[in-house]
């Protein structure tokens, strides 16, 4: 069993920067994706970025690249999601997901764990 914890949501004005982090216990992970959705008020929950555990390879959706960075601390068994020049489309609960696989996917049924989520407000 994989357990996944969230940290460092909050609010944040339009510009601002917020870092995520989710604290992973229970397994070892060398061979787990390890990723991040989102899901805003009233809408579907969507990806927002993954990286293969053991590797540099990483994936993000388009609405993000060149803002949010995914990084991983393997002393810490701690993955992060650095999220910069935010806007309010950003507003979400932002999940933290694991995959018991060796490639990226973007698709929601794809991961198998998932965190409790994180609210991050951004205002105008």
């Known amino acids: 069993q994989v357990q996944l914890v969230e940290s460092g949501g909050g609010l944040v004005q339009a510009g601002g920067s917020l870092r995520l982090s989710c604290a992973v216990s229970?397994?070892?992970?060398?061979?787990?994706?390890m990723g991040w959705f989102r899901q805003a008020p009233g809408k579907e929950r969507e990806f927002v970025a993954a990286?293969?555990?053991?590797?540099?390879?990483?994936r993000y959706a388009e609405s993000v690249k060149g803002r949010f960075t995914i990084s991983r601390d393997n002393a810490k068994n701690t993955v992060y999601l650095q999220m910069s020049n935010l806007i309010p489309e950003d507003t979400a609960v932002y999940y933290c997901?694991?995959?018991?696989?060796?490639?990226?996917?973007?698709?929601?049924?794809?991961?198998?764990?998932w965190g409790q989520g994180t609210q991050v407000t951004v205002s105008s």
């Open positions: 990286l293969k555990w053991s590797g540099d390879v990483t």
């Open positions: 229970g397994r070892t992970f060398s061979s787990y994706v």
């Open positions: 997901v694991a995959a018991r696989r060796t490639y990226i996917s973007s698709s929601l049924n794809a991961y198998d764990y």
